[in-house]
């Protein structure tokens, strides 16, 4: 069974910084698009960054300059480095991943898939 497993959430100071990592677990047929998205209170799920199997990044307007995701494809883990973190940045960050668990998937396009989420609070 293929699961994401997250860990890296915590409390942490405004200005401070945290690393947030996300890996595959389970047998798969490889590991498309990789990406972090996070829940803030009263406002809808939001795209924080996504990379691509190749290495190509997006970023959400809101942490552009201040957070950088990375992988590694040979473990199938995806992390977030969250710099100057400030109290807006609160909220549940859940990995997301298209994973192609089937053969009968097309190379560029497999499932989707959630990690439970990992809590991120910033103090002032």
């Not at 942490?63 to 807006?88: C, E, H, P, W």
């Amino acid at each position: 069974q293929v699961q994401l497993v997250e860990s890296g959430g915590g409390l942490v100071q405004a200005g401070g910084s945290l690393r947030l990592s996300c890996a595959v677990s389970g047998n798969n047929f490889g590991v498309n698009a990789m990406g972090w998205y996070r829940q803030r209170p009263e406002i809808s799920r939001e795209l924080v960054a996504v990379i691509t199997r190749g290495g190509v990044a997006t970023y959400g307007d809101s942490v552009k300059g201040r957070f950088t995701i990375s992988r590694d494809n040979a473990k199938n883990t995806v992390y977030l480095q969250m710099n100057n973190l400030n109290v807006d940045d609160t909220a549940v960050y859940y990995c997301n991943a298209d994973i192609r668990t089937s053969p009968a998937h097309p190379w560029y396009r497999g499932e989707d898939y959630w990690g439970q989420g990992t809590r991120v609070t910033v103090s002032s």
